[in-house]
């Protein structure tokens, strides 16, 4: 069976400090994986997406970026991190782009 | 722009009785998500619904779509205390694959 895993699970970062969270998943070849930001009390809105190495789509600019080293890890960066960045992060993976996503556990990310 | 808008956003009920969330979208729509959130956790996968008419149940819940009102509703069933949790609709316009746009949730409360 397939399982994501998302890393760290909190983080507490002063602002402008850099960010890197990592997503992998197991049990599947070749997902489709995905960003997710949820704020406090909020939606979830889509950050990025990828359909393969190398390859990522960009649904919000903002000081976030990501990449997909290889088929199974997805990382989610910032250089400097505002204030606004705090929330709720999560990451998806579905096998084919008109499959169900299924959902990581979620970094929760304090910005102070 | 796709909007999805979700009623109520916040729903107290008492075990044993029923009630129906509702999600309605803007525009045209392939398919649609229920997804269900427990505080502090991700999300849970609940219903895919692909068609006009399309039903699914799963205990206590059910789901429909109407494509041609652009509404999709969650019906519970003699409720239990163990369905609080917030609910998401989530909807995937028409032409864009994977994009998921969610809704602003619904937090339900089942009270004893």
């Known amino acids: 069976s397939q399982t994501i895993h998302q890393w760290p699970a909190t983080l507490v970062q002063p602002v402008g400090s850099p960010l890197s969270l990592e997503c992998t998943v197991e049990?599947?070849?070749?997902?489709?994986l995905y960003w997710y930001r949820q704020a406090a009390g909020r939606g979830l809105q889509l950050l990025f997406y990828?359909?393969?190495?190398?390859?990522i789509s960009s649904e919000v600019p903002q000081n976030l970026s990501a990449s997909r080293p290889q088929d199974r890890q997805f990382i989610l960066s910032s250089k400097k991190l505002l204030l606004s960045d705090s929330g709720f992060y999560l990451c998806?993976?579905?096998?084919?782009?008109?499959?169900?996503?299924?959902f990581g556990p979620g970094t929760r990310l304090l910005v102070l | 722009e796709l909007k999805v808008e979700q009623n109520p956003l916040f729903l107290s009920m008492q075990e044993g009785k029923n009630y129906t969330i509702y999600c309605n979208y803007s525009t045209t729509s392939d398919r649609l998500y229920w997804y269900r959130q427990d505080p502090g956790k991700s999300l849970e996968s609940l219903f895919v619904?692909?068609?006009?008419?399309a039903v699914k149940q799963e205990g206590r819940l059910m789901a429909s779509l109407d494509t041609k009102a652009r509404l999709s509703t969650l019906h519970i069933t003699a409720a239990v205390h163990d369905l609080s949790a917030t609910y998401f609709c989530a909807v995937v316009l028409t032409g864009t694959a994977s994009k998921l746009t969610f809704g602003t949730g619904t937090r339900l409360q089942v009270t004893l």
């Open positions: 049990g599947t070849s070749n997902p489709n």
């Open positions: 990828s359909v393969g190495i190398g390859q």
């Open positions: 619904l692909l068609s006009n008419g």
């Open positions: 998806a993976w579905s096998a084919g782009l008109e499959e169900t996503q299924y």
